[in-house]
């Protein structure tokens, strides 16, 4: 679990330290005895022991990343050639040109227009806020991607809530939870989206024709418990709001803000990512290349048009330790497909449940649910892939891709570390109220969102298989 | 806000020490003929350096000079209390002179018909404040320096002290060095008001207290500018929407109507008045604050700011 509290004493660090061992050895075990390989089994506990580091060590997660990496390197359980290839550098590299472009972006007022747009609403009332904060979230996870998204939501909220005095944890947790539903709508929203489109080959279109739909249907449901669950809160907001219309006072500061420019950016980047398909068939090359391509392009040329900035998009705006974590991450599950673990897995898992779609759809839905619930979804992804690649592969449905999907965004909603969004946010708020949300206080709405949310997507798979023969 | 001449009231336990035991009738100078400071402080220096051995007088007067260049020390109508911190004195020393006709402390102020030198090691932080707090007593009293003055001898004078009660307090509280000249907002004040004593005082840090005195907030001018700029317009790297301060334009639209909780930051350190002095060290250590405001209950009764606390407990 992430110590939000700052550095882990050493009092706390040794029991986990035993856990994460512990754990990582016993799966070790188990694996041998189940009769594993020698690699596979190294690859088992190493993957293990890295999981359960981001959820004992979050400050130390990769640091340990680095040196389970070396381990198997040095045990043989992976080669230098197949830990490049594993690494998912198409990925990375994508990761990084949207930071480079989303940082572009900030500086030339994007966002600040966007937050502008909603302070100075008029008329605006407790539902009103609450419905645009669910939307906009939703919406800017789509287009830009999860962690930026709740970033410049949380300032919006953080200024509305300061300005009228007001709690501000129960509207931060209403966009958190749409931030990480909307970042299942596009390819964009989440590594996980990437990460899914990449490995099974799927469209930006694809995204916008399959799970956009299933994300706005399961993000009014969402709004829908959300707006129940909170509604003295908005209330609340809805008084002060009117209060602080009646002395003649905004939500904050309005400028002229030079707009145009950026969003002409982010228009020209998404319209690109959206063409990848009709363009890679155009100029005959493989499959999602523009889509991978095409942030590192844009990126390159903002960087030439701001060139004096350049090394600062690059050194700053770049997460590069959650990028490297991800790189480390996807070469370990890599390691567990090379060595057949996943295949293992897979074959354990129709064993179990069967070849039946419509059974491994929400097993699928809900095992991803619960799973990304307590390990961040890329994680659980990462390690996840390969299974559902090769119930793909055997089954010939990709239905299961998009079970994986949500299973994935939607069940980071359950717990406080359930996705990135959530772990930043929450950062946010304890450095600006030095105040921590309580983990049951999060579960008790969060599972409920979560579950809902999941149940609906299920309900839409099932729907759109009958209607549209997925 | 004030500089820190008037007596303190001592919080703390007492040390047992009582201060007529600093001095003797030999170093009191009673009803002395000088009337210039300067040769007054020479005399009393001289009586000292004779009777405990303080060193170099010409060094001894050259830091209390030092100090009274600073900030005449005149503590209350008619009583000043000259002070050095110097290597040559391992203890506390004390030398009383009493003039009725008065000695000019302070070009344009009433003059001084008690003076209390005292001189403190170097290495004693405090130890005059610690001194001046057990005088308090007699320094609230507007008779004292008469009275005193009138005294036939040096015995007589030192009988005066020593029946006085007066003990140094076995440490300092955060009572003894805080400012209690302090300028406050009322809740119900604006934001205009809040502009106004920021710019007036020269201050950036402002408690706001209710009407029982009850400390309720500070609103401090970072707070001001976050208001104007939040984080959404420091996004922008382009400042050319805001060059000509349009943020702030808003602001002096409605301060007269805006509420000064728009500024009011509710996370700042508090001692209590009977806290340790040290406490306080500990809180802007903690805290980082470069003031803490010194409560007895909820009431507001001093600040004490980073630049005060030097002062007074390294450097009186």
């Given at each position: 679990m992430p110590e939000g509290d700052g550095r882990p004493g050493s009092a706390r660090l040794i029991p986990r330290a035993v856990v994460m061992i512990l754990g990582s050895a016993l799966v070790g075990l188990a694996a041998h005895e189940a009769g594993f390989t020698r690699a596979q089994t190294l690859s088992s506990a190493i993957f293990i022991l890295i999981v359960l580091a981001t959820l004992c060590f979050w400050h130390f997660r990769l640091a340990i990343a680095f040196i389970g990496i070396a381990a198997l390197l040095g045990t043989k359980a992976l080669t230098l050639e197949s830990f490049i290839a594993s690494s998912e550098l198409d990925i990375i590299l994508f990761l990084v040109g949207m930071m480079v472009t989303v940082g572009v972006l900030k500086e030339l007022g994007l966002f600040t227009w966007i937050i502008q747009m909603v302070i100075g609403m008029r008329r605006m009332t407790g539902p009103v806020f609450t419905v645009t904060v669910v939307f906009l979230s939703a919406l800017l996870a789509c287009m830009v991607d999860e962690v930026t998204s709740i970033v410049f939501m949380a300032a919006l909220i953080f200024q509305v809530c300061d300005t009228l005095k007001i709690r501000p944890m129960p509207f931060l947790l209403i966009s958190i939870m749409a931030t990480n539903i909307g970042s299942s709508g596009t390819m964009l929203g989440n590594p996980v989206g990437i990460l899914i489109g990449a490995k099974a080959g799927l469209t930006f279109i694809d995204f916008l024709e399959s799970a956009f739909p299933i994300m706005v249907g399961s993000l009014c449901i969402a709004l829908g418990v959300l707006v129940w669950w909170y509604r003295k809160e908005i209330k609340v907001l809805s008084e002060r709001l009117e209060a602080r219309r009646g002395m003649g006072l905004g939500l904050g500061p309005l400028v002229e803000v030079p707009y145009r420019r950026a969003l002409a950016i982010l228009v020209g980047m998404i319209a690109l990512i959206a063409s990848h398909h009709f363009l890679e068939d155009r100029l005959g090359v493989a499959k999602n290349t523009i889509l991978i391509v095409a942030p590192l392009f844009i990126a390159g040329v903002l960087m030439i048009w701001r060139h004096e900035r350049a090394r600062h998009y690059i050194e700053t705006e770049v997460e590069w330790w959650t990028l490297l974590f991800f790189m480390m991450l996807f070469a370990v599950a890599g390691t567990l497909e090379h060595t057949g673990v996943t295949a293992e897995v897979a074959a354990s898992f129709t064993g179990f449940f069967g070849k039946d779609v419509g059974v491994l759809t929400p097993v699928i839905i809900f095992t991803t649910a619960v799973g990304s619930a307590f390990v961040d979804n890329v994680v659980f992804v990462a390690a996840f892939i390969p299974v559902v690649q090769n119930l793909v592969n055997e089954l010939g449905d990709r239905t299961l891709w998009w079970a994986l999907l949500f299973g994935a965004c939607f069940g980071g909603n359950i717990t406080m570390i359930g996705s990135t969004a959530n772990i930043v946010a929450l950062g946010m708020l304890e450095k600006r109220y030095r105040t921590q949300i309580h983990f049951v206080e999060w579960l008790k709405v969060g599972a409920l969102v979560g579950l809902v949310t999941s149940a609906a997507a299920w309900a839409a798979i099932v729907l759109a298989r009958w209607l549209f023969s997925w | 806000m004030s500089e820190r001449t008037s007596p303190q009231t001592a919080g703390a336990a007492e040390s047992g020490i009582d201060f007529a035991s600093l001095f003797g009738p030999d170093e009191v100078l009673c009803h002395t003929g000088t009337t210039d400071r300067d040769t007054l402080l020479r005399e009393i220096l001289q009586l000292l350096a004779y009777q405990r051995g303080i060193g170099n007088v010409d060094e001894a007067l050259a830091a209390v000079l030092e100090r009274e260049r600073a900030a005449a020390t005149i503590v209350a109508p008619g009583i000043a209390v000259p002070h050095a911190r110097l290597g040559a004195v391992d203890r506390l020393v004390v030398g009383i002179a009493t003039s009725t006709r008065g000695i000019v402390f302070k070009p344009g102020s009433a003059p001084v018909k008690l003076v209390i030198l005292v001189l403190a090691p170097r290495d004693a932080p405090g130890a005059y404040v610690q001194a001046l707090s057990s005088l308090a007593k007699i320094c609230g009293d507007p008779q004292t320096p008469d009275k005193v003055a009138g005294l036939e001898s040096a015995q007589d004078v030192h009988r005066f002290f020593e029946r006085g009660g007066m003990a140094l307090p076995d440490h300092l509280c955060a009572a003894d060095i805080m400012d209690r000249d302090m300028v406050t907002l009322q809740e119900t004040a604006t934001l205009q008001d809040a502009i106004d004593r920021f710019v007036r005082h020269d201050l950036i840090d402002l408690p706001v207290v209710d009407a029982d005195g009850d400390l309720v907030g500070v609103v401090s001018a970072y707070e001001l500018l976050r208001v104007c700029l939040p984080d959404y317009i420091l996004w922008m790297e382009d400042l050319s929407p805001i060059l000509n301060f349009e943020p702030f334009a808003e602001v002096l639209r409605n301060e007269s109507s805006?509420?000064?909780?728009?500024?009011?930051?509710?996370e700042y350190a508090t001692v209590s008045a009977q806290a340790p002095a040290v406490e306080v060290a500990k809180e802007m250590t903690k805290q980082r604050a470069r003031e803490v405001y010194v409560l007895r209950g909820k009431r507001l009764v001093g600040t004490i700011t980073l630049q005060d606390f030097l002062r007074v407990v390294l450097r009186e």
């Open positions: - | 805006t509420w000064l909780a728009e500024i009011m930051s509710y």
